[in-house]
């Protein structure tokens, strides 16, 4: 009895295995339609935990001034596979940029780890996720809202890529999203070996407490 009852018990277990990895493949080839989100170039990126959720590396992240505002843009990779989850990640990135670096505005930019990583490849379906946040909205020509997010709602295929409807949340939900985070911290795949540097205005690296080149701020 016992032991036709450990053969029921790993029969249930091996059909629930297989339902989830059903549901996860019809999502990515059922969604349709595409996102046109803000791109920006990358650096290669490496080092992911095996354990999915919630870990990222900063791609590339620069600061720049647009009618005497300081703007920042940072482009992450992150292992997080709900759309949700790259959302939450994005926001604590936001967060921590701001906090840290003090910028009118925040744009950050969620790319899957497996997805490609040139510059001429970051764009796309190669984007899963956008933040924008103003810690001080009236102080910023670009928003009149402290948060504003978009996303793919889709899975990202095995090479990184997201194939989805775009979703704009509403400011209710980023700010519920906002209070459920503890801990606000970097990309804890980030290796800071080097004084930091962010990209000028003509592309070229530059310390990132050099002078800041007016620049066209990314259209969101």
């Known amino acids: 009895m016992a032991a036709a009852r450990r053969r029921l018990f790993h029969a249930f277990k ?4 297989l339902a989830l990895l059903a549901g996860g493949f019809l999502l990515v080839l059922g969604a349709s ?6 791109f920006a170039p990358a650096s290669m990126m490496s080092g992911f935990s095996n354990t999915p959720g919630g870990h990222c590396k ?3 992240q620069s600061e720049f001034k647009r009618d005497n505002e300081k703007r920042l843009i940072a482009v992450i990779s992150t292992d997080d596979v709900e759309p949700l989850a790259r959302v939450r990640t994005g926001v604590r990135i936001a967060r921590h940029l701001a906090e840290t670096l003090h910028p009118d505005l925040v744009i950050v930019q969620v790319a899957d780890h ?3 990583t040139t510059r001429a ?3 796309g379906q190669a984007i899963g996720a956008e933040i924008v946040h103003a810690p001080h909205p009236a102080k910023t020509l670009a928003t009149t809202k402290p948060w504003e997010a978009r996303y793919i709602d889709a899975l990202s295929t095995e090479a990184g890529y997201y194939f989805g409807t775009r ?3 509403r400011l209710t939900e980023l700010e519920a999203v906002n209070q459920q985070i503890e801990l606000v911290e970097g990309c ?3 290796v800071v070996d080097e004084e930091p540097k962010t990209a000028s205005a003509g592309g070229t690296a530059e310390p990132a407490g ?6 066209k701020a990314p259209s969101h």
């Open 58 to 60: 900063t791609l590339y």
């Open 114 to 116: 497996r997805g490609p």
């Open 167 to 169: 979703v704009d949340m």
């Open 14 to 17: 091996i059909s629930r295995k």
């Open 210 to 215: 050099g002078h800041d080149k007016p620049a």
């Open 121 to 123: 490849d970051l764009r």
């Open 188 to 190: 804890d795949g980030d």
């Open 33 to 38: 339609g595409t996102a046109a989100l803000v």
